[in-house]
């Protein structure tokens, strides 16, 4: 056991050292005159125990005289930031300076002391993160204080028990905590340090020394399977049915972290057709990417690469605080850890550590034998499927058509009689590491039978292939040309959620009582036409490499987005000759009535004024119920409603029908231009005729 003891209450600074090659920083002889003008040399120093910088200097540590600079120091473990300064001048509060004289060296001086107050006593206590059952480990304190003496305890003694000197002994697995106290510690100030660790049954030491004898600092890729199955194959061979995807499991550990979020990145590639990607590049975000196939080239020139089609990122925390939100219901006994009140916001730091852990050994089974691994409690089985079922019954009672059906699917393809849940790890015949298996068992019938099979099978073995030095960069660079079409694409889908607020606002068109007229938007809501036009401008840039709106992953915009809200092939309707006047949608009609159908155009597209040669889409339709046929004693009647002339270009109402009806005028979009304009409709209301006695 390593232990310091610091009685002195004042850190007297160290002599001030310099951090890089700042030496060279001074040779200006190849630095221009008007460079020299407009910049200044920055220095940084500290006095130890810890790490200054300064953001967005150049490469020679020279900053932009009139910009404001951040500073940022990071103190060691048991010590905390005592100042900053620059040239003597204090910026603690502000952490920033802005440099003014180019003729000025900037030192920028930050003082670290350690974190206690004079005669205080603080207390740190370390370790590894596991220790074998049947081995030992030695805890590290370090005490900060007048007096170095502490005594330990562990939170169960049956996981794990621990002398006065701070040596742990593995008694059996699960997960427990050891407390430091110091001797000056009261009631009113406990003085104590605790530490949490795992007791390894020996099959999981093996797996951690076998993923421990790979350096990770360049990068390895491990392989293994995923399984999936929806039901047993059958009676004899339940396992048959499953549907087996390869992937990759690749990680790289980063010698600089500062942070546990930042020490790993890792990349998980499931290998389908279209590949899956789950990615944490120590940013604190998982990165959740698909992949598509794209060929370029015909024949023998032809190449396929992956292009990426979504990327949605979510934070890790906030992803475990949902978690956690999530098992409350399912684990009554996390309710006595988790702080009351909205549990869909939990956050980690809230809870209570100590408490989880004990959580934990109760809903998990340690077996000592490798073949049965870990795996949770039948108890905790049994409610997990309980829940499962209730979530799914109330779906299918559910009164939403949709919400009904896809849980009548959901029924189908999700486990109705979980059996077990394992973590398995198997080993060589030396007894050395081979690789893990992650399984979960189901129960169906297969000829009537009850059968048991593996619902899901996860894998994954030790052997190990080197990766290239840039895959991780590789990997940031593809993430940030897709993270910035996302940010176009989300600005396409606000422009498109304009569109539908203006359509909302238009009138509903008769007879139908969630449709609203486009007809209506186009002549009576004023940014209609305009959040339209814009909206087909940028929906064209997508794929336009000359466009600022180019899309850099093309298979990332969607059909449904190039397809929606196509500029409208547009008219006006006028009754007779009130040219003036523009009539409304649904407009209620009287038998001889005529409306003149005038100036065609386009509704949304910014080109087409500038087109030589305008589409023809004069040649509109009615609908069907126009006209009405009966046929009596093999004579057939025609009747006529409502007729389109297109010499005239005039709509006459003829007669009126027996019942309520709409008829619909529609402008036909030519052939040429079917995916770049789309039909207009009018309807006219047709009351019944009279009732003649």
């Known amino acids: 056991m390593r232990k310091r003891l610091f009685r002195s209450a004042t850190i007297i600074a160290l002599s001030l050292f310099s951090v890089g090659s700042l030496a060279s920083c001074g040779n200006t002889s190849s630095t221009s005159s008007s460079e020299a003008?407009?910049?200044?040399?920055?220095?940084?120093?500290?006095?130890?125990?810890?790490?200054?910088?300064?953001?967005?200097?150049?490469?020679?540590?020279?900053?932009?005289?009139?910009?404001?600079?951040?500073?940022?120091?990071?103190?060691?473990?048991?010590?905390?930031l005592d100042a900053v300064n620059v040239n003597g001048s204090d910026i603690t509060s502000a952490l920033s300076f802005t440099p003014t004289d180019a003729t000025v060296n900037y030192i920028v001086n930050a003082t670290f002391v350690a974190d206690v107050n004079p005669g205080k006593t603080s207390l740190k206590l370390t370790g590894n993160t596991g220790v074998e059952v049947g081995k030992t480990m030695q805890l590290s304190t370090t005490v900060y204080g007048p007096n170095a003496s502490v005594t330990y305890a562990s939170s169960d003694k049956a996981i794990a028990t621990v002398d006065q000197n701070g040596l742990v002994t593995g008694v059996k697995a699960g997960f427990v905590t050891v407390t430091a106290t110091s001797v000056l510690s009261t009631e009113k100030d406990p003085v104590t340090s605790s530490f949490t660790f795992f007791?390894?049954?020996?099959?999981?030491?093996?797996?951690?020394?076998?993923?421990?004898?790979?350096?990770?600092?360049?990068?390895?890729?491990?392989?293994?399977?995923?399984?999936?199955?929806?039901?047993?194959?059958?009676?004899?061979?339940?396992?048959?049915?499953?549907?087996?995807?390869?992937?990759?499991?690749?990680?790289?550990?980063?010698?600089?972290?500062?942070?546990?979020?930042?020490?790993?990145?890792?990349?998980?590639?499931?290998?389908?057709?279209?590949?899956?990607?789950?990615?944490?590049?120590g940013d604190g975000n998982l990165t959740f990417v698909g992949y598509t196939p794209v060929t370029t080239g015909d024949g023998d020139t032809a190449t396929t690469v992956d292009e990426i089609c979504f990327l949605k990122e979510t934070s890790i925390s906030t992803l475990l605080s949902s978690l956690v939100a999530k098992l409350l219901p399912i684990i009554p006994s996390l309710s006595s850890i988790i702080p009351t009140g909205d549990s869909s916001s939990t956050s980690l730091s809230s809870i209570n550590i100590g408490s989880l852990l004990s959580v934990l050994n109760s809903v998990l089974v340690f077996d000592t034998d490798a073949t049965k691994g870990i795996s949770l409690s039948p108890a905790i089985v049994t409610t997990l499927q309980s829940?499962?079922?209730?979530?799914?019954?109330?779906?299918?009672?559910?009164?939403?058509?949709?919400?009904?059906?896809?849980?009548?699917?959901?029924?189908?393809?999700?486990?109705?009689?979980?059996?077990?849940?394992?973590?398995?790890?198997?080993?060589?015949?030396?007894?050395?590491?081979?690789?893990?298996?992650?399984?979960?068992?189901?129960?169906?019938?297969?000829?009537?039978?009850?059968?048991?099979?593996?619902?899901?099978?996860?894998?994954?073995?030790?052997?190990?292939?080197?990766?290239?030095?840039?895959?991780?960069?590789?990997?940031n660079t593809s993430y940030a040309s897709a993270k910035a079409d996302n940010v176009i694409l989300d600005t396409v889908n606000t422009m498109k959620a304009a569109i539908d607020?203006?359509?909302?606002?238009?009138?509903?068109?008769?007879?139908?009582?969630?449709?609203?007229?486009?007809?209506?938007?186009?002549?009576?809501?004023?940014?209609?036409?305009?959040?339209?036009?814009?909206?087909?401008?940028?929906?064209?840039?997508?794929?336009?490499?000359?466009?600022?709106?180019?899309?850099?992953?093309?298979?990332?915009?969607?059909?449904?987005?190039?397809?929606?809200?196509?500029?409208?092939?547009?008219?006006?309707?006028?009754?007779?000759?009130?040219?003036?006047n523009a009539l409304p949608d649904g407009y209620t009609v009287k038998v001889g009535d005529t409306f003149k159908i005038a100036n065609y155009t386009v509704a949304g597209d910014s080109t087409y004024e500038a087109l030589e040669v305008k589409p023809d889409f004069t040649d509109m339709r009615l609908s069907s119920n126009a006209v009405k046929k009966t046929t009596v004693d093999n004579v057939t009647t025609t009747t006529e409603f409502v007729t389109y002339d297109k010499t005239t270009q005039t709509v006459t109402i003829k007669a009126l029908p027996e019942k309520e009806s709409v008829v619909t005028l529609s402008t036909k979009v030519p052939s040429d231009y079917t995916g770049k304009y789309t039909s207009l409709s009018y309807n006219f209301l047709l009351p019944a005729a009279a009732v003649v006695a």
């Open 387 to 475: 829940y499962l079922t209730e979530y799914l019954k109330s779906m299918t009672d559910s009164e939403d058509e949709y919400t009904k059906s896809m849980g009548t699917i959901l029924t189908a393809i999700l486990p109705s009689d979980l059996q077990d849940i394992r973590f398995i790890v198997n080993l060589n015949a030396d007894n050395t590491f081979n690789n893990i298996a992650f399984t979960i068992k189901d129960s169906k019938k297969s000829d009537d039978t009850a059968v048991t099979y593996k619902f899901i099978d996860f894998s994954l073995g030790k052997s190990a292939t080197a990766l290239s030095a840039n895959f991780f960069s590789d990997l």
């Open 37 to 80: 003008a407009t910049k200044a040399l920055v220095e940084v120093t500290t006095n130890g125990h810890g790490t200054v910088s300064v953001a967005n200097l150049d490469s020679d540590n020279k900053a932009t005289l009139n910009t404001a600079y951040t500073v940022t120091a990071t103190a060691d473990a048991g010590y905390r």
């Open 501 to 580: 607020t203006d359509l909302n606002g238009a009138a509903l068109i008769p007879h139908n009582p969630s449709s609203h007229s486009r007809y209506d938007a186009i002549h009576f809501t004023s940014n209609f036409t305009t959040d339209l036009t814009t909206f087909r401008d940028t929906v064209n840039g997508l794929s336009d490499s000359k466009s600022e709106n180019y899309i850099t992953n093309q298979s990332m915009i969607s059909s449904s987005l190039i397809e929606s809200y196509l500029p409208f092939c547009s008219f006006d309707v006028f009754k007779g000759d009130d040219t003036a």
């Open 199 to 281: 007791v390894e049954p020996s099959y999981i030491a093996r797996m951690v020394e076998g993923f421990k004898s790979y350096d990770y600092g360049t990068g390895l890729s491990f392989t293994g399977s995923f399984a999936l199955a929806f039901g047993p194959g059958s009676v004899e061979k339940p396992d048959s049915a499953q549907i087996r995807i390869p992937y990759t499991f690749s990680m790289k550990e980063n010698a600089d972290a500062t942070t546990l979020l930042s020490s790993t990145n890792f990349n998980l590639s499931l290998s389908t057709a279209k590949r899956i990607d789950i990615s944490y590049l």
